[in-house]
């Protein structure tokens, strides 16, 4: 009976043994699911602030962008109005002086005696004649708004048909087209601005 209740307690103990490596086991893997779950749950949320971020720093670029993209069109227009005042300006210098370098003097009485238009390579020493400004081109400074802004101004000038005033010949007329062209410098993509007007040899030409 000794040895049977040995053999008891020894079986006993086993069991005992066993069923707290068991315990043992369970309640590891109760604390690994309990702290994997955490875990598992914080992934979606980080996921969802990062989304945000992305979101509300592509708001601010675009926003920073649409106000950048207003202040280049105010630019742009203020040159533009800029520009077109440096045209008609330099319009009204080249129709304050002679029809041809032949009129200079006095009227004409024959169309041979209007001189062909030739662009000239360098600036002439005197602008007094309406044919001077073929050619030429230079650089105008404006100042708008405490902006200081430059542009580039070219001048072309042609005879034109005197039946329509306005289809550039080859041969001499008593009508001259003069053309100015006007860019803003600065600019990566500038509009151009160009103005025309055609001038008459009026009483200077006598025939």
């Known amino acids: ?23 043992t086991d369970v309640a590891a893997a109760s604390a690994l699911q309990d702290t994997s ?16 971020m992305a979101l509300a720093s592509l708001v601010s670029f675009q926003q920073h962008r649409s106000v950048l993209q207003q202040r280049m069109n105010a630019i742009r227009g203020n040159l533009a ?13 080249i129709g304050s002086k002679a029809f041809d370098e032949s009129t200079v003097a006095g009227p004409i009485t024959s169309i041979m005696d209007l001189k062909p238009i030739v662009a ?7 602008l007094n004649d309406v044919s001077d400004f073929h050619g030429l081109w ?5 100042r708008t708004n405490d902006l200081e802004s430059s ?11 005197e039946v329509d005033g306005a289809t550039k010949v080859a041969y001499s007329s008593r009508l001259k087209m ?30």
């Open 178 to 207: 003069v053309t100015v062209t006007v860019v803003p410098e600065g600019l990566v993509r500038p509009d151009t601005i160009r103005v025309s007007e055609v001038l008459s040899c009026a009483d200077r030409c006598r025939w």
């Open 120 to 126: 000239s390579e360098m600036l002439p020493a005197v």
């Open 81 to 93: 109005v800029s520009a077109t005042a440096v045209a008609t300006d330099k319009l009204d210098e």
């Open 1 to 23: 009976v000794p040895k049977g209740r040995m053999c008891g307690l020894g079986a006993v103990s086993v069991d005992r043994q066993w069923y707290g490596f068991w315990n």
């Open 138 to 142: 230079q650089t105008e400074t404006r």
């Open 151 to 161: 542009f580039r101004v070219e001048t072309s000038v042609s005879y034109v048909s």
């Open 37 to 52: 779950t955490p875990i598992a749950l914080s992934m979606p949320q980080s996921l969802v602030a990062v989304i945000a």
